[in-house]
């Protein structure tokens, strides 16, 4: 069974640009997170989605960050315009709906210069 | 206010000894805990869970142990392989589906 994919792996950019990330959970898991985690920290949550519906979304700073999950299956997190303090890994997660335990994809090193 | 802490950034244990790596949480509202690996480059890997109606959890050379009048939780590795060395991170859940997370161990595993 495949797990959760991510990609891209690894994202450059200068400061004030925009950037994606891309999210394709495990095959039926309902559940998709999106977390952001800093060196040395674990990870903090940014949204929560419950199929396409975003069912917790009160850490997501909406000013410059927006997400979507039009079909309920793949997803998107996008940062426009990115700031420096934006530099983290953003990581996605999915579980079987009403589970707690998430599994986890490799995540995007995002490095703003 | 962290509701979660691993107050130990780094362990070293010698390969074949126990590792025990331990976590301590505030909210009692917490009723689930879960212990996750993460080796560098790579997303965390859930490892094993326990839940508060509990004290022990066990899945093959990992015990997890809670106690719930002190809020502390310990993941017990025996014996410690090479292959442990990595980052572990304690998360707890209210039941809400939302994962509260320490700042993680880095365990060194000495040959």
């Known amino acids: 069974e495949a797990g959760v994919v991510q990609s891209p792996r690894y994202k450059i950019i200068e400061k004030k640009q925009p950037v994606a990330f891309w999210c394709n959970p495990i095959?039926?898991?309902?559940?998709l997170y999106w977390y952001r985690q800093n060196l040395g920290q674990g990870p903090e949550l940014l949204i929560r989605?419950?199929?396409?519906?975003?069912?917790?979304d009160s850490q997501l700073p909406k000013d410059r960050f927006s997400a979507e999950r039009l079909k309920g299956v793949d997803s998107t997190l996008k940062i426009q315009p990115a700031e420096l303090g934006d530099s983290a890994v953003y990581l996605c997660?999915?579980?079987?709906?009403?589970?707690?335990?998430?599994?986890f994809g490799p995540g995007t090193r995002l490095t703003v210069t | 206010d962290q509701q979660v802490k691993q107050n130990s950034p780094s362990l070293s244990v010698q390969e074949g000894r126990i590792s025990i790596l331990n976590c301590d949480y505030t909210?009692?509202?917490?009723?689930?805990f879960l212990w996750y690996k993460k080796y560098p480059a790579e997303g965390p890997t859930f490892l094993i869970s326990?839940?508060?109606i509990k004290d022990k959890n066990e899945d093959g050379r990992f015990t997890v142990f809670l106690n719930k009048s002190a809020k502390h939780l310990s993941l017990h590795i025996v014996p410690s392989q090479p292959g442990d060395s990595a980052v572990y991170f304690c998360?707890?859940?209210?039941?809400?589906?939302?994962?509260?997370w320490g700042a993680g161990t880095k365990l060194i595993i000495k040959p």
């Open positions: 989605y419950e199929n396409e519906e975003a069912v917790d």
């Open positions: 095959s039926g898991h309902n559940t």
């Open positions: 998360a707890a859940s209210d039941g809400n589906y939302q994962l509260i």
């Open positions: 997660a999915s579980s079987l709906e009403l589970a707690v335990e998430q599994y």
């Open positions: 909210n009692s509202m917490f009723d689930y």
């Open positions: 326990i839940s508060s």
